[in-house]
Structures are given as C-alpha cells and as structure tokens.
C-alpha cells in the first residue's frame, strides 16, 4: 500500500463506486462500460462529452448518477436562442428590498446535462467555461459558487451539422473525457423493450452513497500512488502526440494531467491505491481524443474520430508499457 492511504479507505472507496455502478445498472441497460467511465469522470472531479446519437439513453446515464447519490439534478435544452443568462442566471431587482437579487439559473446543480450543447451559439457556449474550470458563476462581478461536487454531461450529435456551433477547443478541453453510449445488445434491448415506458424523470433510484462521502472520494482520487515509470509512461505518449505529423497539434499540459488523474480514478475503482499501465491505456481514447484534431480537415466527424483513434492506438503500441 502507499503511504498516502490505508487498505480501509481504499475498500470503503471500491464498495462506494461498486454500489453507484450496480445501482445505475437498474436504469442504463448493459452499459457497464459507459458506466464505469462515467464514474471515472466524476470520481476525478471531471465533465464528461457524450457524444452520440439521440435515444440512445444519454438523459438517463446523467439522471440515475445524480439519483444515485442523492444529488441534485438539472438539464438545459441548447438551443441557438438560449442566452448565457438562461444558463448562469440573472440579477433581478426586488422591490422589498430595494437592490439586485441574483436568481441562480440550472447550472445550480450538482449533476447538470447540458442537451445537445453544439446547438448554442458561441456566446451561450463560453458560459459554461468559468463554471467548468472553477465551479463558479460570475455576474456583475459578483461570484456565485455552484457547490460541490459539480459536474457537467453535455451531449452533442456527430453527424448532424445543420444548425449546429463546434465547440471551440478551449471548451473541448475542459472535458476530461469524451465517451460514446452507443447501441444496446439484442439481450439489453430486449429487456428495455419489455419494461413499460417511461421518462427518465419516473426512474426509481434510492441513493446509495451520501454526497458527503462522494466528497471524501474525489479528495481520495488525488491520493492514489503513481510510480515514476507510470509517470514516465505518461509523459511518452503525450510526447508523442505533439511530433506525430498527422495531428495539427500535441496533447497540452492540461492534457496530461489530465490522463493521470482519470487513471488514478480508474485504479481506486478497480479497489487499489496505485496505478498500473493498463489504467492509463484504457484511458488514451476516452481523455486524449477529442483533444486533437488531424492536419488533414474532413467534413466527417466520425471519420475523423476513427482516424485519431487510429493514430492514437498506434502511439500506444509503439510504447513499452512498464512492467
């Protein structure tokens, strides 16, 4: 064991993140997958980019986690006439009072979906990045804290461009990771079909950790051990990515912090307090991707996804992994 943490914290943290696992497991249908990586994210203290087609159950992955905990839980429609005030709020003048009242707007969440966020305009869209990056609201110079723990799903829909604002890279990189739902197995559709139909407001979902404990945990993530040939690990691969031609441009320091603290999240899910290689390898795809674009444009974003995946998987496999 480390010296940072004893082998109880460690179990307390592997049972916490097992019970939100199983207890989302109720409502997202055999996407054990999806849901550890989720998990990940938010153990990290990080935003988490779904990208993916709609119906696909995006709504209900953000819902059962806040549910799961006992968090509170808020969703925003993007839409290209939604203002930044409809998201942060807005100070109203009260007359009893005789000054501006600031009434928070749904960022005031613990758990917030932000819908199909690349339908904003820009404006809207830069919003979200004080909030994101120091889990505040700034209004006429006043800052307005979101509490914690705080974080942001946003969903966005690849193939459909009509009507559609790119997010800029800064707002890119203030996801740790970008995942994809993608679609059910037969034996999992099956089974969705064959429960009643409902909206993902009418989920029944008792919460299994308490807010104060998920606290504790993200504060435990920071904790887990990292050997220096892990470190080293690493660094070659982010390396890489800035000499390798067929990206406009490296990985940043951001970037690489990044791929450490998701891998730390991975190993205290996987009930240990050091990280090992294959915890930084299963995470390459999911917190380096949507960091890189390729020299060479292309129209298709799932085309381009593959061919950074590609490129990415190729780094990966020319680099020994410590033993």
Do not use: W
């Given at each position: ?26 409502a997202?249908k ?27 159950g ?22 290209s ?6 998201v942060t ?6 007359e ?6 600031f ?76 995942i ?45 051990f ?20 067929e990206?406009?441009?490296g ?38 991707g ?28 020319s ?5």
């Amino acid at each position: 064991m480390s010296e940072f943490m004893h082998t109880t914290q460690v179990a307390e943290a592997r049972q916490a993140l097992s019970l939100l696992k199983a207890n989302m497991r109720v409502a997202v249908k055999g996407k054990d997958d999806v849901i550890e990586h989720t998990l990940v994210c938010f153990a990290a203290g990080g935003h988490l980019l779904i990208e993916d087609l709609p119906g696909l159950g995006k709504t209900t992955l953000a819902y059962s986690l806040a549910r799961s905990m006992d968090c509170s839980f808020s969703r925003i429609q993007f839409t290209s006439d939604l203002l930044p005030s409809d998201v942060t709020g807005v100070a109203i003048y009260d007359e009893h009072v005789k000054e501006f009242v600031f009434k928070p707007g749904p960022i005031f969440a613990n758990i917030v979906l932000a819908d199909e966020i690349n339908r904003a305009t820009p404006k809207t869209q830069s919003a979200l990045l004080e909030v994101m990056d120091r889990g505040k609201v700034t209004i006429d110079g006043e800052a307005h804290a979101v509490g914690a723990p705080f974080m942001v799903l946003a969903t966005q829909n690849p193939v459909d461009y009509e009507g559609t604002f790119p997010l800029p890279e800064s707002q890119m990189d203030r996801f740790l990771m970008r995942i994809r739902m993608g679609y059910p197995q037969t034996a999992d559709e099956l089974e969705i079909l064959r429960a009643p139909r409902m909206t993902y407001d009418s989920i029944q979902l008792n919460p299994v950790v308490m807010r104060t404990y998920v606290l504790k945990l993200q504060q435990l993530v920071t904790q887990v051990f990292i050997e220096e040939s892990v470190f080293d690990f690493i660094l070659k691969i982010v390396s890489a990515t800035r000499t390798e031609a067929e990206f406009e441009a490296g990985i940043s320091v951001r970037g690489g912090l990044s791929l450490k603290l998701a891998a730390q999240a991975r190993a205290l899910l996987n009930g240990r307090d050091f990280v090992v290689p294959e915890d930084v390898l299963d995470l390459v795809q999911p917190v380096l991707g949507h960091r890189l674009s390729l020299v060479r444009q292309t129209s298709d974003a799932l085309e381009e996804r593959n061919a950074i995946a590609a490129v990415l998987r190729k780094i990966t496999a020319s680099i020994p992994a410590p033993v």
